[in-house]
């Protein structure tokens, strides 16, 4: 997508280069702990539990599940990086409670280094993407982290700082 997606925040003369959304593996953990609280439910239920305590267990358990299938939807949908032809903004959806959104002018970046972590990471070809910018002494932040194909996106963005597109 490129130039026709406006965002809140955005400068005059600013267009949309590239929209890096998360990889769906961030969805995992969510997913693993609501599937687990359901598994825990059907058990009780196919156990023959009964009882005032029992069915308020069951019900925290739904209402648990609930939550984390909301917290895996809200984290896929709110993680999303959007590069301009002046900067880089990262959103980072963390859980429910916690969104951190970095900024980075394009001028001020001197590094793109790609990071892939794990088997997982290997075998679905996400990774992390960080910029050594002006004055910082590590890559930790800012981060685009859990991105499908991080070399990809790497290729692209250095493309966009050489003027190529």
Not at 2 to 10: E, H, I, L, V
Not at 26 to 42: Q, R, Y
Not at 64 to 80: D, H, K, N, P, S
Not at 132 to 153: E, L, W
Request: glycine share 8%; charged share 20%; proline share 3%.
């Amino acid at each position: 997508m490129s130039g026709s997606f406006n965002f809140n925040g955005q400068r005059r003369g600013e267009t949309v280069r590239i929209i890096v959304p998360a990889n769906p593996k961030i969805i995992i953990l969510p997913m693993v702990k609501m599937i687990a609280s359901l598994a825990i439910v059907t058990f009780l239920l196919f156990a023959g539990v009964s009882g005032q305590v029992a069915f308020m267990v069951i019900g925290g358990l739904i209402i648990l599940a609930l939550y984390w299938l909301f917290e895996a939807i809200l984290m896929y949908r709110g993680t999303v990086s959007i590069i301009t032809t002046e900067r880089i903004i990262i959103t980072d959806q963390r859980g429910i409670w916690q969104r951190k959104i970095s900024e980075v002018e394009v001028g001020n970046i001197q590094e793109m280094v790609t990071i892939k972590r794990g088997i997982i990471n290997h075998l679905l070809s996400c990774g992390d993407l960080c910029f050594k910018t002006v004055g910082s002494s590590d890559c930790d932040q800012p981060v685009i982290r859990d991105v499908s194909d991080p070399y990809d996106v790497q290729q692209k963005i250095s493309n966009l700082l050489k003027g190529e597109n």
